[in-house]
């Protein structure tokens, strides 16, 4: 209900914008169309830009949360700079209800522990699966669960499904050098670093946001032998030496499917190359 009334009150001001410029411009019908078309142009140029700077620049530089105050300020900076003597009254009022329904949005708790650049990320409890399991949830999915008491806990039968891929191409119990293509809740540097001790997790993850709420929530800090890189995972398993992995995990999920670039036969051929001097496998 917030959001609806907050995006009521910034898409009305801006919807007042065109025809009041139209109205100040037009003297008289001659030139009219000239004037029309200037403006639809510069508001389709305005589309354009604002689309692109925020899909590519403001995404990548700030959560969403911020995203919406930055360009809050700016239109309600650019009103009072264009506002004149007659409409100050108009533009106040419209500045000062903004400002407080901005200020209930922020003020009401949200579903999120943290706003991340990809994700509204968040993490529950689960007594009923024991006192120490805790759930990762991105946006609106369960991506990983622990047990903080048990690093051995596998809940999900994906993950149950790599750590038999491993157990049955290594001898059990024996140390394996491991690149996991997502973090999440580091559900399988934890499982390796408990059952064989001295393994080696590289893990690439994309979001330093879902690292940093794992480290606060899931004791992801406490892993041993592990060694996170923040970015693409693709850009950064390329960077990885050849031969230098026994197992590739293939763990990257954006809401139920993998990103199409880390589905792809050159991005299998990366892996494959990783682990190419061993007994190797690689999970997905």
Not at 108 to 117: A, I, L, Q, S
Not at 223 to 232: A, H, Y
Not at 247 to 264: E, I, M, N, R, S
């Amino acid at each position: 209900m917030l959001v609806a009334a907050s995006t009521l009150v910034s898409v009305t001001a801006l919807a007042m914008v065109t025809p009041a410029v139209t109205r100040a411009r037009i003297a008289q019908v001659e030139g009219s169309g000239a004037v029309i078309g200037g403006l639809s142009a510069a508001g389709t140029v305005g589309s354009l830009v604002g689309v692109f700077l925020t899909g590519f620049v403001l995404v990548a530089l700030l959560p969403v949360a911020m995203i919406l105050l930055v360009t809050a300020a700016a239109c309600l900076l650019l009103a009072l700079l264009t506002a004149v003597a007659p409409q100050r009254r108009t533009v106040t009022g419209v500045a000062v209800a903004g400002a407080v329904l901005a200020a209930a949005l922020v003020a009401v708790p949200g579903r999120c522990d943290v706003d991340t650049v990809y994700y509204c990320a968040s993490v529950r409890t689960d007594a009923a699966a024991g006192p120490g399991v805790r759930v990762l949830v991105l946006d609106d999915l369960d991506h990983s669960a622990v047990d903080l008491a048990d690093p051995t806990y596998l809940r999900f039968s994906y993950t149950q499904r790599f750590a038999d891929a491993i157990d049955s191409t290594f001898p059990a119990g024996a140390p394996v050098d491991a690149v996991h293509v997502g973090g999440g809740g580091f559900t399988m540097p934890r499982w390796l670093a408990a059952t064989r001790p001295g393994s080696a997790s590289t893990v690439l993850e994309v979001d330093q946001g879902v690292v940093e709420l794992g480290r606060r929530e899931l004791g992801v800090a406490g892993i041993p032998g592990v060694d996170v890189r923040i970015g693409d995972a693709r850009s950064l398993l390329g960077a990885v030496p050849d031969a230098s992995a026994d197992v590739v995990v293939g763990d990257a999920f954006g809401a139920c499917t993998v990103p199409w670039h880390l589905a792809t036969a050159e991005f299998v051929t990366t892996c494959t190359a990783c682990c190419a001097a061993t007994a190797s496998t690689c999970s997905t």
